[in-house]
Every structure is written in structure tokens, then in C-alpha cells.
């Protein structure tokens, strides 16, 4: 919990360094919502670990060239991914027509620009986190491309391939039998992309048990 808080602080306050005068630095420093506070120690920071290239309250034009705040922007290498945290009182039961127009033609406006778009009903990040995280990961391999660097042998590629693939934790053993080679040899090859910073360690100390993708 504590590293989650320092990291949390860490990165809003990275954001907020990065703003001058402006509407979303205003946005920024009157704190996150309950809701979007809740997604990201709920359901991002487990399946991920980092906040890498995830932006908070990111400003996006409007059809009348004014600007809309996405809850989270996901942008790797350019890409355009938009989070929404969708509660149950404002966006669905005390939803209005007019409301209710008005958020369809937000959808199109993201579309329309080419944003990947997804909404997170605020009860599933309570009731169902670990749907919600594998939901995250999914949406997160959209964006990460199938190339691998041109340096890595043809084991070390296909390891990256089908981390990609998994985008969860996975242990040596569980390469050794998709590459249909020894543990020792899976875990030297594993060795060597988290010395390349490919990969990293996500459970284990003295003796590693899982890897996970860097996203």
C-alpha cells in the first residue's frame, strides 16, 4: 500500500510539473476523484506496476473547439488510448437526455480522432477487480507492437512474443514448455531480457518464480 501511495504522489506531482497555467494543471491539483483513485490502486497498479505513459485528466478538443478531460490518457510511442471511469449515479440512473446525447457524441468525438476508448463501470472496479485488471491488460496489448529488437536471438524473440501475448506474470517453466526447452535454459534466456530491461522480475527474491512484460 505504501508503495503504491509514493508512487501515486510521485506521478501526479510529475504531471503537475509538467503544466503550466491551464485548466487540466487546475484539475490536476485539486486531486483525483474517488473513483479514479480507486481504479488505479484497485485494478491498474496490480496488473501493471508502473504509470508509465498513463496521463490523468488529459485535454482533449471538442466539435466546437473547446476541451473535454478524458479520466486517463494511455499514450505509448504516440498510440491514442482513452480511460473512463463510468459511475453508476451520473453516467446511467441520473443520466438526462440531453446528458445522455451529449456523452454519445463525446464516444464519436474519440473515435472520430482515433482514440481507443474504455469505460469502466465504477461498481465493476469494486465488485470484480480482477476482471478489471485483465481488461486493463488486454486494452494495454493493443498497443504494444509485435516487433522485437533485431539484436535478440530466436528464442529471446519468441520470449518477448508470447510475453506480449500473455501480458501477465508468467515462470520459467511456462516458457520452457511453450519454446520446448530445459527450465535451465528458459531461465538463462529470461536472465538476459530482464538484463536488457525487456523484462523484470514480478514475484520471487532468492530464487525467482514469475516475469512480466515492461509496459
Request: glycine share 6%; net charge positive; with cysteine.
Amino acid at each position: 500500500m505504501r508503495r503504491f501511495e509514493q508512487t501515486y504522489e510521485d506521478w501526479i506531482q510529475a504531471n503537475i510539473s509538467k503544466e503550466e497555467k491551464s485548466r487540466r494543471r487546475e484539475r490536476l491539483e485539486k486531486g483525483l476523484g474517488h473513483g479514479s483513485v480507486e481504479f488505479l490502486r484497485s485494478v491498474w497498479y496490480p496488473a501493471v506496476g508502473n504509470f508509465n505513459h498513463l496521463y490523468p485528466e488529459w485535454e482533449v478538443r471538442d466539435f466546437n473547439n473547446g476541451y473535454r478531460y478524458l479520466d486517463f490518457a494511455y499514450m505509448p510511442g504516440g498510440a491514442k488510448g482513452g480511460i473512463e471511469i463510468q459511475g453508476y449515479g451520473p453516467h446511467a440512473r441520473d443520466l438526462d437526455v440531453r446528458r445522455f446525447k451529449d456523452l454519445c457524441n463525446r464516444h464519436c468525438l474519440l473515435a472520430l480522432d482515433g482514440w481507443v476508448f474504455l469505460p469502466l463501470a465504477f461498481p465493476s472496479i469494486q465488485d470484480e477487480p480482477k476482471l478489471c485488471q485483465q481488461l486493463i491488460l488486454t486494452f494495454i496489448g493493443k498497443f504494444v507492437s509485435t516487433d522485437v529488437p533485431s539484436q535478440l536471438t530466436w528464442l529471446e524473440a519468441e520470449t518477448m512474443r508470447l510475453a506480449r501475448r500473455l501480458l501477465r506474470p508468467f515462470a520459467p517453466l511456462e516458457l520452457a514448455r511453450h519454446l520446448r526447452i530445459s527450465d535451465r535454459h528458459a531461465r538463462r534466456i529470461l536472465h538476459a531480457l530482464v538484463d536488457m530491461q525487456l523484462l523484470y522480475v514480478a514475484s520471487g527474491r532468492e530464487r525467482i518464480r514469475t516475469y512480466k512484460l515492461k509496459v
